[in-house]
């Protein structure tokens, strides 16, 4: 495991319940550097949607045990945020909350000359992904080839 996966794993069990006390629901957390600098990001929703208040409650309640830890050596900014309109499947919970709904799958390599797809997210299991498209028919993606799986956007 990654460091950097060490960091993420650590921070989602210390901060779980404090989500989930404050009736939220932790979407992700990404460690990633940007621009030289370290970002822990905690991604939160609910329901109706996340507010700025929710998100500073989720801060203020984290900070203070992120302090006593102290387990990321190096220096970083700590942002609490809403998963925004087109928030990637990646738990379980995702795909089963979008089963029936419009995704849009990115690949590392071009099938059939293509690397993006929309259709219906018909079903999954730990190895595959199937949508349905338009004229009924289905197209299997195995994982390991998806870059990205995402609720898809219609403006």
Known sequence: MSRREDYEQQTEALLEPIVEELGFELVDVEYVKEGGTWYLRAYIDKPGG????????????????LDEKDYIEDSYIFEVSSPGLGR????????KRNLGEEVEIRTYRAIDRQKEF??????????????????ETEQTFDRKEIALIRQALDF
């Open 50 to 65: 996340i507010a700025v208040d929710d998100c500073e409650a989720v801060s203020r309640r984290f900070s203070d045990i």
């Open 88 to 95: 990637p499947l990646k738990k379980e919970k995702d795909f």
């Open 118 to 135: 929309v259709g219906i997210l018909k079903s999954y299991d730990e190895n595959t992904v199937t949508i349905t498209y338009e004229d």
